[in-house]
């Protein structure tokens, strides 16, 4: 009896191993080739496995669409968390997370969420909501660190500033106004940082933040 438990929790911590390698796969095949470009087939060949074995833990790709950006959004929450924590001030604090962001979704090049929004508007939908409520409680809470540390003006609207700043982040990577061919998205994602930024500094936050911006060109 005891063998056969030992058997059935083998079998069930492969079968999640399994589940997360799938995930994981997926994941990396997506944000560099995006949602729509890869197939059931295209995983299963990447991981050496059969098509049937991905279906047994996923009914569809919508599922999976659904558990790789759900299992992402989780991810990079976790690390801002881990951010927030040790950061030096709210205006480095905004780079390194920019740099977080962007290295998990690999500079966005093959642009995940407006692939999302166009093939899985459903997903989009959710995500979207779940990204405004981790972003407007983040940024609040960078923005009262800075008024509090004198590195922002202290009459700011925090929750409004808070608002247009997840609103800016979305309409950079609307690429009906900002084509690829001209705009990357590193580049968009710098600029509006600055530019959200040099608008709310003081004279004692404008200086860190020039020095800042020197030291990561230099």
Not at 39 to 54: H, L, N, P, V
């Amino acid at each position: 009896m005891e063998t056969f438990f030992v058997f059935k929790v083998s079998i069930s911590i492969f079968a999640r191993n399994m589940r997360e390698n799938i995930i994981h796969k997926a994941a990396d095949l997506f944000i560099t080739l995006g949602f729509k470009s890869v197939t059931m087939d295209d995983i299963a060949k990447e991981m050496g496995i059969s098509k049937k074995t991905i279906y047994v833990h996923f009914s569809n790709k919508t599922k999976l669409v659904e558990a790789v950006t759900f299992g992402l959004f989780e991810t990079i929450c976790d690390g801002i968390d881990g951010i927030c924590d040790e950061s030096n001030n709210p205006i480095e604090e905004l780079y390194d997370i920019k740099m977080f962001v962007m290295h998990h979704l690999k500079n966005e090049k093959s642009s995940p969420q407006f692939q999302l929004k166009k093939y899985y508007p459903q997903i989009y939908d959710v995500l979207k909501q779940k990204q405004f409520g981790k972003m407007h409680e983040s940024v609040k809470e960078s923005l009262q660190k800075g008024v509090n540390t004198t590195l922002f003006r202290p009459k700011i609207n925090v929750d409004f500033i808070s608002r247009m700043y997840f609103n800016g982040m979305t309409g950079i990577k609307d690429h009906s106004i900002f084509p690829q061919e001209t705009y990357t998205m590193d580049y968009l994602m710098e600029s509006y940082l600055e530019y959200h930024l040099r608008a709310i500094v003081t004279e004692k936050g404008l200086q860190i933040l020039n020095k800042f911006i020197t030291s990561n060109q230099s």
